[in-house]
């Protein structure tokens, strides 16, 4: 004989799923939302239920197809990669879809479940490691390379001075040798930057306190953006203890972040700073149980980046402004990688970007 099983136990699972589970009956009128539903889409039971699934769903075409038919045909369904769910004043979320039709106990025809799982994590993680996957390629090339083009670079550089000599004090004369010293001593400084890329120093991991690290760049930018009104807001969680780091490459990598976040404001905005415990984020490590991760945001008030340009920032050399190697993300990103974290850049046109950095806690 089946056991009999509590109904409430059936709810305390639906409302406590991290999957979003709708129900709709044979109409497609929605009959049930549970809580990680009402998350994903932005709107509560009292809102949708008994209306019709096309309302919930109306710029998800692909969604309602796949309920009629799942309910016109009795099958289930399932797509894993093509769905990006839409919600009122959300952003884009992607999700693995799964609907089956639901049947009463004598097999007649009741309606539909439609599960969605969040995938956003899953894509961060794949994006990361081909970004970490570009790096190593490039850091190959660049040691392969890295000799041959050192060595000539120091005979141009040796030559331009001994030719500066030469030329005396004339400084419309001296002009031209200054100019070729310096531009060897840059093409010498993005070698050393992708080399340091393909084979970076071994971490020395001690107890960080990050509120210090951010702290110490926010007074040293304050002077360096002194011509322009920018205000800083820091929001620190007191409670978040050191984290276990190297602290010279975790102060170059949110040194680089503020300094792009006080390059993308031209005359006036801000520029804010928040760090806490991530408690929707956790790393896991094999024989170890997840360790919780530590969020810093920081978000500024500029221009933004537009989206064709967003997927690029990460591209070695590829670069928006005027000065600068292209290198300053990617070089973010291999910090971050090697400190077992994660890196999220947000940005809409007109209302600025946000960088975020998800660190283990220990």
Known sequence: MRPTIDPQLYVSVLENLDDAVVAVDRHERVTLLNPAAQDFLGVSDRQILNRQLAELFERQPELLAMVHTAIAEGRSIVDHENT????????????????????????????????????????????TV????????????????????????????????????????TPSLQEYPQVMVREVERVNTIIEELLNLGNPRSLERRPVNLSQVLNDIVLLQQEAL???????????????????????????????????????????????ITTRVASES??????????????????????????????RIFTPFYTTKRSGSGLGMAVCQKVVSDHDGLLKVESRIG????????????
């Open 84 to 127: 990006v769910l839409y919600g009122p004043g959300l952003p884009p979320r992607p999700v693995s879809v799964n609907v089956s039709p639901l049947f009463t106990h004598d097999g007649g025809l009741e309606g539909a479940v439609l599960i969605l799982h969040d995938q956003s994590r899953l894509r961060q993680l794949e994006e």
């Open 130 to 169: 081909q970004r970490a996957e570009r790096l190593t390629m490039l850091g190959t090339l660049a040691a392969g390379l890295a000799h041959e083009i050192k060595n000539p670079l120091g005979g141009i550089k040796g030559a331009a001075q001994l030719l500066a000599m030469e030329l005396g004090d």
């Open 226 to 272: 002194a011509d322009r009104d920018i205000r800083f807001l820091l929001h620190f969680d007191p409670s978040i203890p050191p984290i276990l780091g190297d602290r010279d490459l975790l102060t170059q990598l949110f040194l680089n972040l503020v300094k792009n976040a006080g390059e993308a404001i031209d005359h006036q905005g801000q520029i804010e």
């Open 282 to 311: 956790h790393r896991n490590r094999p024989d170890s149980r997840p360790l919780p991760m530590i969020r810093v945001e920081i978000a500024d008030s500029g221009k933004g980046i537009p989206a064709e340009e967003l997927e």
């Open 351 to 362: 209302q600025g970007t946000t960088v975020t950095v998800f660190l283990p806690l220990k």
